[in-house]
C-alpha cells in the first residue's frame, strides 16, 4: 500500500517539477513515469537497508537513466528531456541545503556528515546515469532496427 | 563560400549552443551539437570549447582561421528550449537551409512557448507539496507546503525581471520559502495544529535548491570535462550557501521573537 501512495507522490511531483523546468507538454507523462520507476527503486532500496546510503540513489538513477534513454529513442527527443525531471525526487538538494544550514548554525560536525554524504549521492547519481547511457549507446543501434521493425 | 558566410555560420552554431547551454544542456552535447553544425557546412578544424559560462569556437576554411568567443550567463532549466535548438540543428545539418532562413529561425529560438503563470504557480505547489509527503510528512504539512511552494515561485518570477545577481536572488529565495514556512505553521497553531517547520520547508526549497546542477557538474567531471564540472559543481555550492543564509536568517528570527 505504501508503494501505491509513493508512486502516487512521486508521479505528482515530477510532473510539477516537469512544469516547472517546461518540458514539451506531450514528454511530461512519460518523464514522470520515469521519475516514479526512479523513486520506487530508491524506496525500495532504503527500506530493506537503512545503512547503505549509495545503493539506493545508485539503483534509482540506473534505472532513470535507463528508461530515459530508451524513451529518447522511441520519441526521438534528447534524453536528458526525460534524465532531469526524473532524478529530481531522489537529488540531493536538501542534502547541500543542510549541510550549509549546519554552518550558518555553526554545527560543523553535522554539516561534514550530511555534506559527504550529499556529494557522495551527487557521485552515485551521476555514476548510474553515465552508466545507464554508455549501456543503452551499446544497444541502441538493434534497439533502434527493432524499433523500426515494429513500425512496419 | 566568402569570408562572410563563413563568419555567418560560425555565428549560427554558436548562437544554437549558447540557447542549449544557457537552458542547461550538458556540456558534451552543446560542444557536439556546435560542431556538428560547423562541419555541415563545409568548415574544417573545428574545435569547440564550452565551459559554463561561455563557448570557444575556432575553424578553418581555405587557410583561413576564424575564432569567436561568445559570453554565456545561466538562465537556469528550460527543456523546450533544449529540445527546439536540438531539432534545429538536427535540421540544419541535415537539409539545406539557407543561412538567412536559420537566422530567423534562432530568433524564435529564444522565445518558446511557456505554461501560464497560474498553471506553473499551481504546479510548482504540487511539486513541493507531494514532495513533503514523500518525506513522510502528515496531510497538513502537504497543504503548508504546497502553499508555501507556490508563493515562493511566485516570489522567485517576479525576482527574475530584476535582473538580481544569482547570490542576492537565492537569499532573497531561501528567506521567503522559509518565511513563508514560518507564518504558516504560526498560523494553524492558533487552532490548535501543528506541524513541523523542518518537513514544511523541504517543499519550497526543492523549488530553489541546485540538486540538479551539482549532479551535472559531477556527470560533466566523470565524462571528463574538468573545468565545466567544476564551474558547475561551485555555482551549486553558492548558490546553497545563499539559500542557507536567507532560511538561516528566518530561522534564527523566529526561535527569538515567536516561540
Known amino acids: 500500500m505504501i508503494y501505491v501512495a509513493q508512486a502516487f507522490y512521486s508521479f505528482l511531483s515530477v510532473v510539477g517539477f516537469s512544469v516547472l523546468f517546461n518540458l514539451p507538454r506531450r514528454l511530461i507523462i512519460a518523464a514522470s513515469l520515469s521519475g516514479m520507476i526512479g523513486w520506487l527503486l530508491y524506496f525500495y532500496f532504503q527500506s530493506i537497508q537503512t545503512t547503505n546510503f549509495i545503493l539506493p540513489a545508485f539503483a534509482g538513477s540506473i534505472a532513470v537513466g535507463l528508461v530515459g534513454e530508451i524513451l529518447a529513442a522511441v520519441k526521438k527527443h534528447p534524453a536528458t528531456l526525460f534524465i532531469i525531471p526524473g532524478i529530481i525526487p531522489f537529488v540531493p538538494g536538501y542534502g547541500i541545503y543542510y549541510t550549509m544550514l549546519h554552518i550558518v548554525e555553526k554545527d560543523f560536525n553535522s554539516a561534514l556528515t550530511t555534506g559527504a554524504e550529499s556529494l557522495f549521492i551527487a557521485i552515485s547519481i551521476a555514476c548510474g546515469i553515465v552508466l545507464a547511457t554508455s549501456f543503452v549507446r551499446i544497444i541502441r543501434p538493434n534497439l533502434e532496427k527493432w524499433l523500426t521493425k515494429k513500425a512496419k | ?259
Open chain 2, 1 to 259: 563560400m566568402d569570408q562572410y558566410r563563413v563568419k555567418k555560420i560560425i555565428q549560427i552554431a554558436t548562437q544554437t549552443g549558447k540557447i542549449m547551454l544557457q537552458n542547461g544542456a550538458e556540456t558534451y552535447r552543446v560542444e557536439d551539437t556546435v560542431q556538428r553544425m560547423a562541419e555541415s557546412r563545409g568548415l574544417s578544424e573545428v574545435n569547440v570549447f564550452v565551459i559554463p559560462t561561455g563557448i570557444i569556437i575556432s575553424a578553418t576554411y581555405n587557410d583561413m582561421t576564424i575564432s569567436l568567443l561568445e559570453r554565456v550567463n545561466p538562465e537556469g532549466i528550460d527543456l523546450e528550449c533544449i529540445d527546439r535548438a536540438n531539432a534545429f540543428s538536427r535540421e540544419f545539418t541535415s537539409t539545406e537551409m539557407t543561412l538567412e532562413a536559420a537566422e530567423e529561425r534562432i530568433q524564435d529560438l529564444n522565445s518558446p512557448p511557456r505554461f501560464k503563470k497560474w498553471i506553473r504557480v499551481l504546479s510548482s505547489g504540487m511539486g513541493g507539496g507531494f514532495f513533503v509527503l514523500m518525506f513522510g510528512g502528515t496531510a497538513i504539512e502537504f497543504l503548508i507546503g504546497y502553499l508555501a511552494s507556490s508563493l515562493t515561485v511566485l516570489w522567485t518570477e517576479a525576482l527574475d525581471n530584476k535582473h538580481l545577481n544569482f547570490f542576492i536572488k537565492n537569499i532573497l529565495g531561501g528567506f521567503a520559502a522559509a518565511l513563508f514556512g514560518v507564518v504558516f505553521v504560526r498560523f494553524i497553531g492558533i487552532f490548535d495544529l501543528s506541524a513541523s517547520i523542518n518537513t514544511v520547508i523541504i517543499g519550497p526549497l526543492m523549488t530553489l535548491v541546485p540538486g540538479v546542477s551539482l549532479t551535472n557538474g559531477i556527470r560533466d567531471l566523470i565524462s571528463g570535462e574538468l573545468l565545466a564540472g567544476s564551474a558547475k559543481i561551485m555555482e551549486a555550492l553558492f548558490i546553497a550557501i545563499a539559500l542557507a543564509f536567507g532560511v538561516g536568517m528566518v530561522l534564527q528570527f523566529s526561535l527569538k521573537f515567536i516561540s
